[in-house]
Structure formats: C-alpha cells, structure tokens
C-alpha cells in the first residue's frame, strides 16, 4: 500500500487539473452571462412601424391604425409613424385614432406626407394627437370646420348695407316713411347660428385645444382652423407652433426625432430613432373588407339585394335567393352601423321597395309603382347623413 509521501505529487496534479476545469467552467459563465447582458442593454428599439393614411378617414382607417399600434407594441418599436395624406372624413372614426393615440405605450408621430399633400379636417385632429408632429415640405394643414353642419357656422360681419344698398336707400332714409323711423341697432348683426351647430362647433373647438394643450401646441389657431376654417402650409404651421418640425422624407424625420424627449403611456423617454428598420404595415384582409363594406353605395346595393332575395324566397319558397338574401342584408346592414345613417332615409327605402312589390302583385295601374321609385330615390339620396364626398351614396 502507498504511502502519504507517495500519493502526494498525484493528488496535487488531480487538483491542479481540478482547478483549471473550474476556471474554464466559471470563465465560460462568466462570458455567456456577459453576452446575456450586454444584448439586454444594447438591444434596441430598432424598428419603426409605418402606416399610410391616404384618403377619407373611416372605419376601415380607424382599424389600420389600431394594427399598426398593436404591431408597434409587439415589437417593441421605437415609433410609430402615421403618413397622413386625408381631406379628413368621419368624426366617430377620428376620435378612434384619437383614442388610440393617446393610449399608445409606443410614441406615434404623424407625419404629414408625401409633398403635395395635406391633413385636413380630422387629419387635424389626429396630427394635433400625435406624440410629434411633422410635415413634408409643399403640404399644408388646416380647415377644420365640420362639415356636417353645412360650412362655416358663423358668418362674418359685414356692413349694414353694401354700395349699392346705400345709393338706393340713402333718400328714403332721409326723407321718406321708411326712413322716419331709426332701424334698431341689432339689424346689421349677422344671423346667430343654430343651437345644434353652435353645440357641434363648440364640442369640435374644445377638442382640439385639449389635445393642442396635452401636446404644448398652438391652440389658438387650432380654434380658428375649426371655426373660420384657417388653413397653413408647412413652414407657416412650423412657425405657429402648429407641428415640430419640417422633414423632407423618413430618413431626415428619423435623424431630426433623434434624443427627442416625449412622454407615451404615461413615461416619459429620449427616442433613438438613428438606424431605424423602417417596416411598412399593409392594411390587413380584414381591414381591406371593412374599407369595402363602409363604401356607402355598396352598403346600399347589399341591402337591396337582400331584401329582393327575401322577397322572392317568399314568394316562390324553396328557390333559394333567400340564402343569398340574408347574407347581403347581413353585410350590408352591418355597412350600415359603421357609418353615419340618416335612419328616415333607410326607412324611405324600404318602404319604397315594400310599394314596389305591392305594385308586382296588385293591380294598381302603376300608383305604387312610382310612388314606390320615388320614396326609395329620395331614401337613397339622404341615406348617408354626412357632407364628405367619400361617404356619399352616387347618383349613378
């Protein structure tokens, strides 16, 4: 048996050799947690999601821009970036967007784009909403009035007569019975407007100041873009306080919202916007049918074919239409909830479809017949309760 003198060397050899396999073992540790650590740190925000806004704002916009925030977030994207091009559109819609905004944990700048184009109306809106504001050079802003309540609600003063009033007036006020009596004061002031359009245009004004005084933007020519429907192009609104900046194209948007500081979801961080990935979000298959089905004219020729196939199941039961009837009545009554419907112009139709079929069946010597074209033409014509060319139902 060996002895303690003997195994001596051997066990400091097995312990050396255990020394150094700790080591590695610690040293490889050590990195792997290091690179763990460092890919945390300096792992960046890298991308940018974009979304275009073009054309009339409505339900299927509202529903893009929903997508591209819950993208963003996913991602965790540095920003997100509305590329807005609209002549506005829908109230109920903007005040989506709106909402969405404002409740983005992920910063969203809206970027009014490409030059030529312009933000009007609820483009406004949802500019004054955005984190940061940004216009491309040749587009402008502005024109916010509604329009729903028929131009501009308060006209502007003028004198009490023009020229012409007061060449052809003068004598009569000097010398003649209609000018023995003193007209009241109050003749020359311009009509008041309508409670309900002071109501719409006051709620629209106080709209866009909260959202100009949530942002630190000019708030006063906000008001005059609701009310006297004022308009800016892009170097006058950067001098207003309108938007933040100017940018010719994303690159210099991205380099110019570098180490910029805003506050989203309620924290505020500088954006590190140098390098980013830019990703485009088309609009979904969803969102593609929504914008469809809130066509108005396609909404109007759902429920027609609905309810005509409705009608000739019943009248020749086992046909089949029926089936096809329900379907676009379904789709074109749910058209119909996503957009602002004038419900007595829904009524006119379908009792001008119900005058029609009364007409196929009773010999009425064409009464209900025409009365029926009539009261459907009108129904058709007042369906959509909306001035914006883009929700209105064609003649043709």
């Keep these: 048996m060996p002895n303690s003198s003997e195994m001596g060397p051997a066990m400091r050899?097995?312990?050396?050799?255990?020394?150094?396999?700790?080591?590695?073992?610690?040293?490889?540790?050590?990195?792997?947690?290091?690179?763990?650590?460092?890919?945390?740190?300096?792992?960046?925000?890298?991308?940018?999601?974009?979304?275009?806004?073009?054309?009339?704002?409505?339900?299927?916009?509202?529903?893009?821009?929903?997508?591209?925030?819950?993208?963003?977030?996913s991602r965790s994207a540095e920003v997100v970036v509305l590329r807005i091009n609209t002549p506005g559109g829908l109230v109920t819609s903007m005040r989506e967007i709106v909402t969405e905004i404002l409740e983005s944990p992920v910063p969203v700048v809206g970027y009014v784009s490409p030059p030529g184009g312009h933000a009007a109306s609820a483009g406004l809106y949802i500019l004054y909403a955005c984190h940061v504001a940004a216009m491309a050079p040749g587009t402008n802003t502005g024109s916010a009035t509604p329009v729903q309540i028929g131009g501009l609600p308060f006209p502007s003063p003028r004198a009490p007569f023009d020229e012409g009033e007061g060449e052809a007036d003068g004598p009569e006020r000097e010398g003649g019975e209609s000018g023995s009596e003193e007209q009241p004061q109050d003749s020359a002031k311009p009509p008041a407007a309508a409670p309900m359009d002071a109501k719409v245009v006051n709620d629209a004004v106080a709209y866009i100041r909260s959202l100009a005084q949530l942002r630190g933007r000019n708030a006063d020519w906000a008001e005059s873009a609701v009310r006297e429907a004022?308009?800016?192009?892009?170097?006058?609104?950067?001098?207003?306080?309108?938007?933040?900046?100017?940018?010719?194209?994303?690159?210099?948007?991205?380099?110019?919202?570098?180490?910029?500081?805003?506050n989203a979801g309620g924290l505020d961080r500088e954006l590190a916007t140098i390098g980013l990935t830019v990703e485009l979000i088309e609009p979904s298959a969803v969102t593609e049918l929504l914008k469809v089905l809130s066509n108005p004219n396609v909404a109007l020729l759902l429920i027609v074919i609905g309810l005509y196939g409705l009608i000739f199941e019943f009248s020749n039961p086992g046909v089949g239409p029926g089936i096809v009837g329900a379907i676009c009545l379904l789709l074109g009554l749910y058209s119909i909830n996503q957009l602002p419907v004038n419900y007595a112009g829904l009524g006119l139709m379908v009792l001008g479809i119900g005058l029609m079929v009364f007409e196929a069946v009773t010999p009425t010597f064409g009464i209900l017949g025409i009365g029926g074209i009539v009261a459907f033409s009108i129904g058709a014509a007042i369906l959509i309760d909306t001035d914006i060319p883009e929700f209105q139902v064609s003649w043709s």
């Design 13 to 73: 050899l097995k312990s050396k050799g255990c020394w150094k396999v700790c080591r590695i073992i610690a040293l490889v540790a050590l990195v792997v947690f290091g690179l763990a650590e460092v890919s945390a740190q300096q792992a960046p925000r890298s991308v940018a999601v974009v979304a275009d806004l073009d054309g009339a704002i409505g339900p299927a916009t509202a529903r893009h821009v929903s997508d591209a925030v819950e993208l963003a977030q």
């Design 230 to 262: 004022a308009n800016l192009p892009a170097n006058d609104a950067l001098e207003a306080g309108v938007i933040d900046l100017i940018a010719v194209d994303l690159d210099d948007l991205f380099e110019q919202l570098d180490g910029r500081q805003v």
